[in-house]
DNA sequence: TTGTAAGCGTTATCAC
DNA sequence: GTGATAACGCTTACAA
């Protein structure tokens, strides 16, 4: 027997607040409430004991067929629903993993999770995604959540509190940290190579014939931007092209990063012939910029975006980017996780961003 | 003290499989498994009684200070996370709410779970996401999973499952559908006027001299699509423009539909001036199909979508779309629920989408 | 104001 | 095989 479904939990936990009392009482079809069926109802139709119900429920033990058969017969009659709650109170276990996200409206995250969701299902175990939206206070209480719920393990994804108080914050739990990459030993880490995505979409524009190559930064103290920005330095200086300062632009992900990015570069008039974009929606934004100045893209502008989203394909023309491997690393998370609380060593193959080549680039002028 | 964190959890029930025992075994730090500090252990540290620690925490009676801050500083110094579990357990209520998503990677469904966790931010409730996937069978299992959390009451965000079938899962769990319109009276529904919608984008597009419009449906039997389409129909009506057949495509809300679409209708040769998408993320797939077409959009075809999603405004040109109040109509949903758990009658006000003018429409030719 | 004790619905440990 | 019965960690009458 085998039951299936993906359960999302948003919890905001506060204490001190007692304000809902009357849930219980006045339900909607008046105040006759259902009470749930639980185990012990269960027991009583099939003339059994708590025990062998919940063993034919957990296939825990043999039970006689005859027994077993009326078990069932009495669950599905009366529709029971064993009480989650009840259940990990008595196991101790919640056969749970905690997944910290940040909503961030980007699919790449999305991907992430699905992934996680991927590489957990059928093991037994369910994960409980915990916002933290970018903020470190959020990020920290919902951590906090995470381990009131008495999770098994934890899949952080993304976020920026210190490795340290990640370190206080989960203890001895198993924790697998994805998109991002900590310096220390004891973190468990899953990334992508930002800086080998960043060498491939520069080479490329570099093999079209481009030297003036324009780049739009990440958040500046962003790792991926960081290390998506070394690689762009290092294919340059590779093929022996002098990195210009003025052809290179902060941002912040965003496409209206983008788009300023575009109208700075403009102003300079440092002359530039491609623009390479830290994600595909600043990428975006970019050429929207270059739209809206009348300049063609690729014909007089060529641009290489990161991430490979949904809507990069669609872009006019459509963006040569890098994709990320995104839902490949939830799910290499998820199993390295499981390794890990079942105590054995962390391991994990690198992860490589492929280029994905579309329209977006064209010979060098 | 207000704790606060968004947990979200994605959860697959599976009976009969028991095969992760060792996991408290063999922690990370080797096999001394770090005991959970419980509401007893708080209460030896303040030579208080459970009960006290209890009142204290959950501030639901008066206490002598002095033990008041005996209790929160044992509390703060042994780190001591309340278990969820055993709470919910003890006392009947969950505090939770169940939240139905589709996971669809589209920023609309993001938006409206933004807005249930801003409407029950505050209010002591937490909400629980289950996926549905957009499969009938799903659907049914993330309901389930759902009761068996023993949610305090629903929030349905789309889906396909039949009211009839609804109304069995959800027994008389308060329970409110966003997002989707069921007839049934006994169903509680939020939901934007589609029509109303159809109508703004079409007539916006009439308003410009467009006679020849073409329309690229969403899903045939979803409700939103026929909706919009109901609205295009009543647009031209009104107009006295005669609806014409041939520039009826139909779509699926996907990106490559709206390519299709495009091909379709250039093949078959009737003439068109404008596009109305069911969704931006069609109208991005027929804008691209145009552009590898080499026809000028919006001078040779307008084109308006419907959502507005965060790439609308940097498409080129930027989309004319209709704006879903997405957000708000997770808000409303939520705080309907909420009165609806206490007893309070169904309450919501209609919801409207809103023209939102950018660049993609222009004057007919 | 405080403590004692009885649940809440399961699982787990025993004897039988 | 099966059934009592003791946890699990917390809330909540009920007493004191």
Not at 21 to 50: C, F, N, Y
Not at 258 to 264: C, E, P, R
Not at 340 to 361: A, K, N, T, W
Request: hydrophobic share 40%.
């Amino acid at each position: 027997m085998r039951e299936t479904g993906f359960l999302w939990s948003a919890t905001v936990f506060i204490h001190g607040i007692r304000d809902a009392r009357s849930v219980s009482d006045h339900l909607q079809r008046g105040p006759e409430t259902m009470k749930d069926v639980t185990i012990q109802d269960i027991a009583a139709a099939a003339k059994v004991s708590k025990s062998t119900v919940s063993r034919v429920l957990n296939d825990t033990s043999a039970v006689h067929p005859d027994k077993r058969r009326a078990v069932l017969e009495a669950t599905s009659r009366l529709g029971f629903q064993p009480n989650a709650f009840a259940r990990s109170l008595a196991s101790g276990r919640s056969m749970t993993i905690g997944v910290l996200t940040q909503i961030i409206g980007s699919p790449f995250y999305d991907a992430v999770s699905q992934g996680v969701i991927a590489g957990l299902s059928g093991t037994g175990y369910s994960p409980i995604f915990a916002d933290g939206r970018w903020q470190r206070t959020a990020e920290v209480g919902a951590i906090r959540a995470l381990v009131g719920r008495r999770v098994d393990g934890m899949v952080l994804i993304g976020g920026d509190i210190p490795g340290t108080e990640l370190a206080n914050l989960c203890g001895t739990l198993p924790t697998v940290v994805v998109a991002r990459q900590l310096a220390s030993e004891q973190h468990h880490c899953i990334f992508m190579d930002n800086v080998e995505g960043g060498y491939l979409a520069t080479n490329h524009l570099i093999e079209f014939g481009h030297q003036d190559i324009a780049i739009i930064r990440g958040i500046a103290d962003h790792r991926d931007a960081t290390d998506r920005f070394d690689g762009y330095t290092k294919a340059l200086h590779e093929a022996g092209i002098q990195r210009n300062p003025a052809l290179i632009i902060d941002g912040d992900f965003t496409a209206d990063s983008g788009v300023h990015a575009i109208d700075t570069l403009l102003s300079a008039g440092r002359p530039f012939t491609a623009v390479f974009a830290a994600n595909d929606m600043t990428a975006f934004g970019a050429r929207l910029a270059l739209h809206q100045q009348g300049i063609r893209v690729p014909e007089e502008v060529s641009i290489v975006g990161f991430d490979d989203q949904a809507e990069a394909a669609f872009m006019t023309p459509p963006l040569t980017t890098i994709r990320q491997p995104a839902r490949e690393m939830g799910w290499q998370a998820s199993r390295a996780l499981l390794a890990l609380i079942d105590g054995q060593p962390f391991e994990s193959r690198p992860l490589h961003g492929e280029l994905q080549v579309r329209e977006s680039v064209a010979r060098a002028a």
